[in-house]
């Protein structure tokens, strides 16, 4: 996933606009929403039982991202259409640490017959290390893509799997 090859092509500047959509959606979900939402509903004892506005915004987040990626599939340019993947993919590797998260708690949930001990909540606490060191990675990630939708860039695995209407990549000049 890391070693990815990015390739440059020439792109129009609504392209470019419209390439970066799916990286501001999933950028917004996990900065504000899945950061500052998150630290500031725990940080207010008074507010803790709105917790739940945060998977709502989640959910609805990817939701908007996956209908975008089935669309741009069938009316958006190739390039557009390889933002659109990348992203879906990326929301899928999220989607999948959330559940690991949820059956970890799950898992603690049925085992204390309801009735979480501090054990539990620590060994709970600690499922949120990884997933907020995939969120931070993730938003790395996010950013680097945002900035390579403006540019004309795409990783090599767009072209492979998406191989019809593939435009030629432009050369790079070994100056």
Same mark, same amino acid.
């Given at each position: *996933? /890391?070693?990815? *090859? ?5 792109? #129009? ?15 917004t979900n996990l ?10 509903? *725990? ?14 915004? #989640?959910? +609805?987040?990817?939701?908007?991202? /996956?209908?975008?990626? =089935?669309?741009?599939?069938?009316? #958006?340019? =190739?390039?557009?259409? %390889?933002? =659109? ?7 899928? !590797? /999220? ?13 603690? =949930?049925?085992? #204390? ?10 060994? %709970? %606490? ?9 969120? !931070?990675? +993730? ?12 540019? %004309? ?9 998406? &191989?019809?209407?593939? &435009?030629?990549?432009?050369k790079e000049d070994?100056?």
């Open positions: *996933m /890391f070693t990815d *090859m990015v390739m440059k092509f020439e792109i #129009s500047e609504i392209e470019s606009s419209k390439a970066r959509i799916p990286h501001d959606i999933f950028l900065i504000f929403n899945h950061i500052l939402v998150f630290v500031a509903i *725990m940080s207010a004892s008074s507010l803790t039982q709105y917790v739940v506005v945060v998977p709502v915004l #989640s959910i +609805l987040s990817m939701i908007i991202i /996956f209908i975008g990626t =089935w669309r741009a599939k069938k009316t #958006s340019s =190739w390039y557009v259409n %390889g933002h =659109w993947q990348l992203c879906a993919k990326r929301s899928r !590797l /999220f989607l999948v640490m959330i559940c690991l998260v949820l059956a970890v708690f799950t898992l603690l =949930w049925f085992i #204390s017959d309801g009735n979480l001990r501090p054990q539990h909540w620590a060994i %709970g %606490g600690a499922t949120f290390l990884p997933t907020m060191v995939t969120v !931070l990675v +993730l938003i790395i990630m996010e950013s680097e893509a945002l900035h390579h939708a403006k540019i %004309g860039m795409l990783p090599d695995w767009v072209i492979e799997r998406f &191989p019809e209407g593939a &435009p030629q990549p432009l070994k100056a």
